[in-house]
Structure formats: C-alpha cells, structure tokens
C-alpha cells in the first residue's frame, strides 16, 4: 500500500539521479524493482525503494516507519550503553544510519547490504547470512526489523545465547517444509511457540506501528527478567 506519493518535480529528479547512479551496483531482480516502483511512492512493505526515499529525505516523518521503529526501540532499551546487532539491515541500511550514533556500537548483518558506504556505516558489516551458529557473544542487543529468513535463527539463538531482542515482522512465513498451511498467521504462532519453549527467562511485549502506517504484523520486545 502506498503511504506517500506527493512527489515534486525535484524529489523525482532526487529520485532519477540517485538510480542512473547506483543501478549497477543492484542485484537483478532489486534492478527490476527500481525499474517498477521506484516513482510510484512510499509503501508499507518494500524496504528497498523505502531506504531511497529515507536517505534523499523525500517522504515525511509522519510515514517514515523506521522512525517508528525507532521510538519502540528507545521505549524499551538505552542504546548508548549497549552493543548492538542488527540483523536484515537492507539494501541500504538506513535504520542503521539512523541508530549507529546512538549506541555505543552498531553493527549490521545481511548478505544483501549494497550501500553501506552512502550512509556512512563506521562499525562493522557482515555481508553474511545470520544462523543459531553465528556468534552474539559480543552483542547486548539485536535489532530486526523485518528479517525474514533469518527471523527463526535470530530468535532461538538470542535465547539460547540470553541476550535481549526486538524484531518487527514482516509478512512472509518461513515455515519448516512439513507445515502445510503456510500463512503469515501460522508463521507468528510458530514463533509464538519458539518464544514460549525457550523464552521463560524472559519478558515478552508485543508493540504495533500506528494504524495509520498499515503495517499489521507484530513487534516482538523480549527482555531478560531481572
């Protein structure tokens, strides 16, 4: 759904240079996206077109959901005495652009980052799948917003490890093949399930985005009872 396309002349000038510039460095089917929707507005859901439209400061605050996201974060966590892990950062990682100054370290996770180097990312990137084997021995925090595929695995691998967590869900549902009805609804009661098994030293909130930005999925906090 589109949230924002009041597009002047200018941001689509913005819009056109920042894609002759950067198209090449795109895998081909981020290519196809850009080539789609890249003039066709602000949505709710496609993380790649909404990252351009952060960095060149077209869409509003109002829309802008990472924002968001971060409200909820600070709501339950400082980051400035923490260590953080963000998982699924994106193309062009700008919840990290946002968040890196405010906490006392910040690094990103995603086999997918392109852009790192526009956003000015100075701790590390780890252009890697995240796993229950990747270390988090290092980290006090780790932050998903909408990480798909790796949402599972960064879920059993902070409990098992006990550190604290916050993922904003997507709409996907990266259900086990023997799952037959595989619907989002299934997916977040799957999780649900993980988080119920292994998750009895923690607290567990669940937050949603303003009904204004139609983004129905879930926010998971879990914080370590003290």
């Not at 949505?43 to 439209?53: A, E, F, K, L």
């Not at 924002?67 to 260590?83: D, G, S």
């Not at 000015?120 to 909408?146: A, C, H, M, P, Q």
């Amino acid at each position: 759904m589109i949230l924002y396309d009041k597009l002047s002349d200018t941001d689509k000038a913005k819009l056109i240079a920042f894609k002759e510039k950067y198209y090449q460095r795109y895998v081909s089917y981020l290519q196809e996206e850009l080539d789609n929707k890249l003039l066709k507005g602000f949505t709710n859901n496609n993380d790649t077109i909404n990252q351009i439209y952060c960095y060149l400061q077209i869409v509003p605050d109002k829309f802008n959901y990472y924002l968001e996201f971060i409200k909820i974060i600070q709501k339950y966590f400082v980051l400035e005495n923490k260590k953080v892990l963000e998982i699924g950062a994106g193309s062009l990682p700008i919840l990290a652009s946002y968040l890196e100054s405010k906490a006392l370290n910040y690094d990103i996770m995603d086999p997918g980052i392109i852009l790192e180097d526009l956003v000015g990312i100075k701790d590390r990137v780890f252009k890697e799948k995240f796993s229950l084997d990747t270390s988090i021995t290092d980290y006090d925090l780790l932050i998903g917003y909408n990480p798909c595929t790796a949402t599972e695995a960064m879920i059993r691998n902070c409990l098992q490890n006990h550190k604290e967590f916050i993922i904003a869900l997507c709409g996907c549902a990266f259900l086990p093949e023997s799952y037959k009805k595989r619907t989002n609804k299934e997916w977040q009661k799957y999780l649900f399930q993980i988080i119920e098994k292994l998750g009895q030293n923690y607290n567990l909130y669940i937050e949603y985005f303003k009904d204004y930005l139609n983004i129905e999925y879930p926010i998971l906090v879990m914080k370590l009872k003290k």
